[in-house]
């Protein structure tokens, strides 16, 4: 669960687990960076919280793991609990005008996560192929989503909703002056924690 936690308490979990999983699996961080495409440098700073992985890292480890996108940032939690997503600390490519609110991470049992987006005036994301048989499931609440899968665009309105493979190329757009807030769902493949 991530309510609550402040940047610094996150990235000390992402450490905390993705040494876990490194230990658990039986692999250097050479193994790991040539796995991800992440610099071995890069992959021991993240470890010993000398700096935050930004999203599009925490991608490029999650799929190159073949890993949930949550899973490092996910600790116990009780069987029930509120999350308030105003106490939650969002996670950005670089770009403050893109927050993503882990807002159910993966859990024991799950193959599933449930993500809420807010994407400002301008703001663009990409994300790089996930497992094969990921799906994504999005639902925009406000503002008109642009979404790229592969190559073709579509443009998905409030109130509206839209399935994909999040296996190919996708990468998410606001083109507008009002925000876009989403919540997706990723459900991903037998290959995924």
């Not at 000390?12 to 440098?41: C, F, P």
């Not at 799929?63 to 490092?72: R, V």
């Not at 069987?79 to 600390?89: F, H, P, S, T």
Request: proline residues 4%; glycine residues 8%.
């Amino acid at each position: 669960m991530l309510a609550k936690h402040s940047a610094e308490n996150l990235n000390q979990i992402i450490a905390k687990n993705l040494k876990e999983l490194r230990r658990v699996r039986g692999i250097t961080l050479d193994d790991a960076a040539e796995a991800t495409g992440v610099s071995k440098s890069m992959l021991g700073q993240i470890e010993r919280c000398e700096c935050g992985p930004s999203v599009a890292t925490l991608w490029k480890i999650s799929t190159g793991l073949k890993i949930s996108f949550t899973y490092l940032m996910t600790e116990e939690h009780s069987d029930v609990y509120i999350v308030d997503n105003k106490e939650m600390v969002p996670l950005t490519n670089g770009n403050p005008g893109f927050r993503l609110y882990p807002v159910f991470p993966i859990g024991p049992g799950q193959d599933f996560e449930i993500l809420y987006i807010e994407l400002d005036s301008g703001a663009i994301s990409s994300s790089t192929p996930h497992e094969k048989g990921t799906e994504e499931f999005t639902l925009v609440y406000a503002g008109t989503l642009e979404l790229h899968v592969s190559d073709k665009i579509y443009s998905v309105k409030a109130g509206h909703s839209i399935h994909y493979s999040g296996d190919q190329p996708h990468s998410y757009a606001n083109r507008n002056d009002d925000m876009v807030q989403i919540c997706m769902v990723i459900r991903y493949g037998n290959n995924s924690r």
